[in-house]
């Protein structure tokens, strides 16, 4: 056991307890927390400072207002209903389109009205909440996926993560949902881990449920050299949430629209350390780097060129 943590540390490899210590306990002050933790707070900071995030229909929160569901949502054809304070895609139903009476999920399976109705229910019971709490049912528009992802993602939206430390973008994958994670972009639940290497904005390398990849487990696309549009556009976004939140720690997740292009998604101020497995690195070395800088720039613009230069080979 010695052996292998010695071995870890060797890599660079950040470990739980030290991110936890050295970094969001350092660097995150808990006041800030809401501002990430209610997805609908983000929603309208993000909007205020200008940062553009998939347009939000309604909103349901007491139980009072689900008898509404069915007439509320009628003129959207399709639209994703999430819980304002879920995790890890828990809750997250994604409707396609329809069929009769019906709203249509992206595997074709048709659900009724009081079956969406149970659903936003079950959010604002806390059912997906983190501690259980009672909820918000956020109903927004539905990612059309960048075609680049077409050919390795199944069924759902693929998200970037950018993890920002001290306001300047230090590593990032891409998350490619398959069958097994039911269309969900969520390592956890079985979606694949893309490293792309901050510099170029292509992608490097795969992992999948442990093991390392080079094909997308349903389609057999390659996983490597995908450069992901609008690259610096993304790095200048996720370099701004900092002052955003007011988080030094911070996970900036993206999703790429074929229309509206880069939106933010949601922000968490605890990011798992998944990233440092699709990257084939740790992330141990890029954070003290940056803490031997002398300063750190005020403006994103200067702190994507600063990442540019200390991170321009993966």
């Known amino acids: 056991m010695l052996g292998t943590l010695l071995a870890l540390r060797e890599h660079g490899i950040l470990g739980l307890n030290a991110r936890n210590r050295d970094y969001i306990m350092r660097h995150n002050p808990r006041r800030r927390y809401p501002l990430v933790d209610d997805k609908l707070a983000t929603k309208r900071l993000a909007l205020a400072a200008g940062i553009s995030v998939p347009e939000l229909y309604c909103v349901f929160a007491t139980q009072h207002d689900v008898k509404s569901v069915t007439e509320r949502l009628r003129a959207h054809p399709d639209f994703v209903i999430k819980p304002a304070h879920g995790s890890g895609g828990n809750g997250v139903l994604v409707i396609d389109g329809r069929r009769k009476d019906l709203v249509v999920k992206p595997d074709g399976r048709g659900l009724k009205p009081d079956e969406l109705a149970f659903h936003v229910s ?38 970037i993560r950018l993890l920002v430390y001290r306001g300047i973008p230090t590593m990032a994958m891409v998350r490619l949902p398959t069958r097994l994670s039911d269309g969900k972009a969520n390592l956890h639940q079985g979606a694949v881990g893309v490293g792309i290497e901050i510099a170029t904005g292509k992608t490097c390398h795969g992992v999948w449920q442990n093991r390392s990849v080079d094909e997308h487990p349903d389609s057999g696309g390659s996983l490597s050299h995908i450069a992901i549009p609008n690259w610096p556009q993304l790095l200048d976004l996720a370099a701004r949430c900092h002052e955003l939140t007011g988080l030094g720690y911070l996970g900036v997740d993206i999703v790429l629209d074929r229309v509206q292009g880069p939106l933010l998604l949601e922000l968490n101020a605890r990011p798992g350390l998944g990233i440092q497995i699709a990257n084939r690195r740790g992330l141990r070395p890029r954070l003290e780097a940056i803490d031997r800088l002398p300063c750190i720039p005020t403006t994103a613009a200067e702190r994507v060129a600063l990442a540019l230069e200390l991170f321009h080979t993966h």
């Open 122 to 159: 079950n959010i604002l019971s806390g059912v997906y909440s983190l501690g259980g709490v009672p909820d918000t049912a956020m109903v927004e528009y539905r990612v059309r996926v960048d075609p680049i992802f077409d050919p390795v993602s199944y069924q759902g939206v693929p998200d």
